[in-house]
């Protein structure tokens, strides 16, 4: 059903017919599942629904000019170009609707999203890469408005990586930056940060993207007047329009009912963009949107009758129908016919889409009836067993919901007694719960054989006449040797380039490696880490530096919505091995102290949180995460670039494991878990601690997201009974997370004598200067008395009161 990818103008009129009427029938197919579509939701079989009608036309002529190797980098009204592109079917668009679990009903995502997100897969079954340039690719969706953009961006600046930067292996991956970057966004979301960010951005790197605007003058119920100074994207834009002196956009305005038009406005897109690396700007004007925003309301309430007709009138497949008949490509008859085959297709692909979801459910259904009954005719509480039974039977479309809940519920009434048939339905319960879990919880991380946590440690190796440096040089070396022994790994961000960031961690690197690898970006958070999400998923690997933990908020969406999101919502079938490195913790007040750990960990479920308490454990930390496929946010001590550490002889080649603790002082009365730049003050607590007869173990946790899976502090808690967790971020924030690990997870309760504690900062942001430190974040003082006084609980007269 693929729409043909060469040229109308190079097509005999046969030729040009018949791919004029199959276009005709993908626009109309994906119309008629819109329609049906919206019909499954409001009769209760599906949840919720957002279609691509009114986009059809616009979204076949974008297929034309999508080439194998391109990428997709859209949003959740696209499925006609999916469909297009023969990458999306008619029963794909019901069993994404049904939220079916099988990747190969809803290959976008195995109904972890809901339908209209779409993506394509770069990873084989085994969770190695395909061959991105055999195929056509897309990005998967999330749905925050704008959110897709600042990926856009790095999949379009790896074509001019892939096309600049030599050394660079590229079977598989490119075609000398070939490679076009495709983005479409509504109207209306072009108002947010992000689009602009983008905008802004991709003129400065002047990288092969075209941004497609489908324009219906709405946003939900908000007209464009609203959203929009002069209502005109393109128009308030133009002022980025490329000349013959200034780089910039090439900027091109089409009506998106007019599909000879429409395909030669793509056509001219993506030749500018693929063979000039200008990014280009599509505004595809006057489009509809016949069923509203979504199936949670009516655009009639917002729309008056005139704009409706107008919408009528100026639907694109009625426009493209129209058209087809004006040039003799069909008659009415012949078209009419045409519609009621796509209707009995479809209407025949939700069907089987809907038997393949239910059918495996009504098997459960009937071995839970029949456990029931055999729960009924046994047990003394049969009788209340049996309304359970009879909801279920009456429930004709249960979902597994209604059955788990049924046989879970009939459980609770024979908890005190014994028999065959409560051991087979606790059987089926625990295995049904074992077996489709998987569906809803797999692929937060990698769980193939190249996943992080299974790199192995190696440890720093020291010459005898090692010299103790400015921690700084570790990492600067540590980086040489990465880029040297990765062609494909590259660096960007404020001032990462030419003065090799603020603390001289890539000194002098921009003049080996170049600017394209070692680069400086600007003052664009969130497109910076987009940057990276883009490279990563076709291949490069990128290090995207954010220069403060403290602004990363401002990429906090995109590293949580998009990034954290991104394995886990294609059912492990893309990866972004982006790493993010920045620099946190103690030193400058509010602005430049960050420790929002507890944010990070709480957003960044499915990316690595790595915080190392010096340069040489940062490093082994680049190095193993070089050797994996997933994405990590190391934090750096900010106050530890000019401390003294040992210069390994092996830089580039030691490893930090990833989910281990470290036991960096051996106690027996006390175990303290800290991490980072607070990690200096325990250890001096603990020396000073010594002299007052009081033992402490120091762990540092170095990896808060995994953390301990091997469950060492547990070990340690064991032998001394008691545990404090100290961190400098706010209370309930990473200590928090610590202490529920540690009690739930590692069950160390069972070894406590002392009631577990935490140290945290104060609940504001630090104030500024060293006593703005002092007094916000814990001191070496504050760990001494905390320790102390849990020791006096213990034994008040050989610990009496110091204040």
């Not at 056509?136 to 930067?165: C, E």
């Not at 009516?298 to 087809?324: A, F, I, P």
């Not at 519920?409 to 908890?415: D, Q, T, Y």
Request: with cysteine; hydrophobic share 35%; glycine share 8%.
């Amino acid at each position: 059903m693929q729409t043909t990818p060469e040229p109308i103008s190079e097509l005999s009129f046969e030729d040009f017919k018949a791919t004029v009427i199959n276009d005709y029938k993908i626009a109309v197919t994906s119309r008629e599942c819109s329609l049906l579509g919206r019909r499954e939701v409001l009769t209760g079989k599906a949840k919720f629904g957002i279609f691509g009608d009114g986009k059809e036309v616009p979204q076949l002529a974008m297929a034309k000019a999508f080439k194998k190797g391109d990428w997709r980098s859209g949003y959740y009204r696209d499925q006609t170009f999916m469909m297009a592109i023969d990458e999306f079917t008619i029963e794909n668009f019901f069993a994404g609707l049904y939220a079916h679990t099988d990747i190969n009903c809803d290959p976008m995502s195995a109904g972890k999203q809901m339908g209209g997100h779409f993506g394509t897969h770069s990873l084989d079954d085994n969770g190695k890469l395909k061959n991105l340039l055999e195929q056509y690719n897309s990005s998967a969706d999330i749905s925050p408005t704008a959110g897709q953009m600042p990926r856009l961006l790095g999949l379009a600046q790896a074509s001019k990586i892939f096309r600049n930067v030599e050394g660079i292996n590229q079977e598989g991956l490119s075609q000398g930056g070939n490679e076009v970057a495709w983005g479409t966004i509504g109207n209306a979301s072009t108002s947010e940060g992000m689009f602009f960010e983008t905008i802004n951005a991709a003129g400065v790197l002047q990288v092969p993207m075209v941004i497609s605007i489908w324009d219906d003058d709405y946003g939900i119920s908000v007209h464009a007047k609203h959203q929009t100074t002069k209502e005109n994207i393109s128009e308030i834009l133009s002022g980025f329009q490329r000349t013959e002196n200034e780089a910039g956009f090439e900027i091109i305005r089409v009506k998106g009912w007019d599909y000879p038009e429409l395909v030669d406005a793509f056509e001219q897109a993506g030749k500018i963009a693929r063979e000039e690396h200008v990014p280009v700007l599509l505004h595809v004007t006057e489009l509809t949107q016949p069923q509203g925003h979504s199936t949670s309301g009516s655009h009639e309430r917002y729309k008056s009758k005139d704009r409706l007709q107008w919408e009528r009138e100026h639907d694109c497949n009625v426009k493209m129908r129209e058209w087809m008949i004006d040039n003799q490509i069909a008659t009415d008859d012949e078209l009419q016919e045409l519609d009621k085959q796509i209707k009995r297709n479809v209407r025949e692909g939700k069907r089987k889409a809907w038997d393949a979801f239910l059918n495996p459910v009504k098997d459960e259904k009937k071995k839970v009836v029949k456990l029931l009954d055999n729960l009924i005719k046994e047990s003394s509480n049969g009788q209340f067993i049996n309304p359970i039974k009879k909801t279920l039977v009456d429930e004709k479309d249960a979902l597994k919901t209604d059955v788990l809940v049924a046989a879970r519920k009939a459980l609770r009434f024979v908890a005190h007694e014994q028999s065959e048939s409560i051991t087979a339905l606790k059987d089926w319960v625990n295995n049904y719960i074992a077996k489709e879990q998987k569906n809803y919880s797999s692929h937060l991380y990698n769980e193939y054989e190249n996943k992080a946590t299974q790199i192995e440690a190696v440890a720093p190796r020291y010459d005898a006449e090692a010299k103790t440096v400015d921690a700084r040089i570790i990492l600067r070396d540590n980086f040489d040797a990465l880029f040297t022994k990765y062609p494909e790994s590259l660096v960007f961000g404020e001032d990462t380039g030419t003065i090799g960031d603020v603390n001289q961690g890539l000194e002098g690197l921009q003049n080996k490696f170049g600017s394209l690898r070692v680069a400086d970006a600007g003052i664009r958070e969130t497109t910076i880490v987009g940057q990276g999400i883009g490279m990563a998923l076709r291949g490069l690997r990128p290090i995207a530096e954010i220069q403060y933990l403290d602004y990363i908020l401002y990429a906090i969406a995109t590293l949580s919505d998009d990034l954290a999101t991104l394995r886990y919502r294609t059912h492990g079938k893309q990866t972004a091995p982006l790493i993010v490195r920045t620099r946190g913790h103690r030193l400058e007040g509010i602005w430049h102290s960050g420790s929002q750990m507890g944010a990070l960990l709480g957003l960044l479920r499915g990316v690595y949180i790595l915080t190392p308490r010096n340069m040489t454990k940062a490093a082994g930390f680049y190095n193993a995460l070089m050797k994996s496929d997933e994405p990590a946010v190391i934090i750096e001590c900010l106050n530890g670039y000019r401390l003294k550490e040992k210069l390994p002889s092996n830089v580039g080649e030691f490893t930090t494991p990833i989910g281990e603790v470290e036991v960096v002082r051996e106690g027996n009365d006390i175990t303290i878990l800290s991490y980072g730049s607070t990690l200096r003050l325990v250890e001096q607590a603990a020396k000073e601690l010594q002299a007052s007869g009081i033992s402490c173990e120091v762990i540092d946790a170095q990896s808060l997201l995994p953390f301990d899976l091997n469950h060492d502090t547990v070990k340690s808690i064991a032998k001394t009974n008691r545990i404090l967790v100290v961190d400098e971020d706010m209370p309930g924030g990473a200590s928090a997370y610590l202490l529920q690990h540690i009690l739930d997870e590692q069950k160390a309760f069972r070894y406590l004598d002392s009631a577990p504690q935490t140290l945290s900062a104060k609940p504001h942001r630090p104030a500024y200067g060293t006593d703005g430190d002092y007094f916000s974040k814990p001191s070496t003082e504050d760990i001494f008395e905390k320790v102390y006084e849990i020791m006096r609980e213990v034994n008040p007269q050989q610990y009496p009161a110091i204040r």
